[in-house]
T-cell receptor, first 115, second 112 residues
Framework: KAGVTQTPRYLIKTRGQQVTLSCSPISGHRSVSWYQQTPGQGLQFLFEYFSETQRNKGNFPGRFSGRQFSNSRSEMNVSTLELGDSALYLC??????????????FGPGTRLTVL | QQQVKQSPQSLIVQKGGISIINCAYENTAFDYFPWYQQFPGKGPALLIAIRPDVSEKKEGRFTISFNKSAKQFSLHIMDSQPGDSATYFCAASSPSGSRLTFGEGTQLTVNP
């Protein structure tokens, strides 16, 4: 099976712009989660989508949003970019057996730089 | 209540030595504790995971020890190899969903 893919891998934006990142989960996986990774804050949970519905949400401002399509592919959007949004954005997919113990498989991430 | 504390921040061991990374959690609702390994330019990859109904789990050179009463768990890497040099994250999740709460990470360097 192909792994989790994320596009683009690198992105440079300026403050105030918006950005959309894409994630294709492993075939058959219905849950997609997004995480932000920074040197200062580490890995932080953004949100999780399951069957096109947001099931969990982390403690991020409303500028961060996402969606999931019927084929389980997911996008996350960040509006009005700030310098502090520079980070590696990771997508993870899982089969979501409902126990919270299913393995999450991470993609390589999208490196976002905000200038 | 949602935090997972990880130590040390960095660790240097000699080839063949034992690497030990410790984590502590607060939320008693956590019931799944995975460890992830991350190489530069890559996403985290699951290394080994444990549930609180067992005190130890071993897979090859990697062992998780779990102390439910102390709310602590640790990763032991036996016979550490230079190829083990990476950043290691402990994590925890509760049955309510797939949300992982990560520790701060430990940068492991294994010298040849």
């Amino acid at each position: 099976k192909a792994g989790v893919t994320q596009t683009p891998r690198y992105l440079i934006k300026t403050r105030g712009q918006q950005v959309t990142l894409s994630c294709s989960p492993i075939s058959g996986h219905r849950s997609v989660s997004w995480y932000q990774q920074t040197p200062g804050q580490g890995l932080q949970f953004l949100f999780e989508y399951f069957s096109e519905t947001q099931r969990n949400k982390g403690n991020f401002p409303g500028r961060f949003s996402g969606r999931q399509f019927s084929n389980s592919r997911s996008e996350m959007n960040v509006s009005t970019l700030e310098l502090g949004d520079s980070a590696l954005y990771l997508c993870a997919s899982s089969s979501a057996d409902g126990t919270g113990r299913d393995t999450q498989y991470f993609g390589p991430g999208t490196r976002l730089t905000v200038l | 209540q949602q935090q997972v504390k990880q130590s040390p921040q960095s660790l240097i061991v000699q080839k063949g030595g034992i690497s030990i990374i410790n984590c502590a959690y607060e939320n008693t609702a956590f019931d799944y504790f995975p460890w992830y390994q991350q190489f530069p330019g890559k996403g985290p990859a699951l290394l080994i995971a444990i549930r609180p109904d067992v005190s130890e789990k071993k897979e090859g050179r990697f062992t998780i020890s779990f102390n439910k009463s102390a709310k602590q768990f640790s990763l032991h890497i036996m016979d550490s190899q230079p190829g083990d040099s990476a950043t290691y994250f402990c994590a925890a999740s509760s049955p309510s969903g797939s949300r992982l709460t990560f520790g701060e990470g430990t940068q492991l360097t294994v010298n040849p």
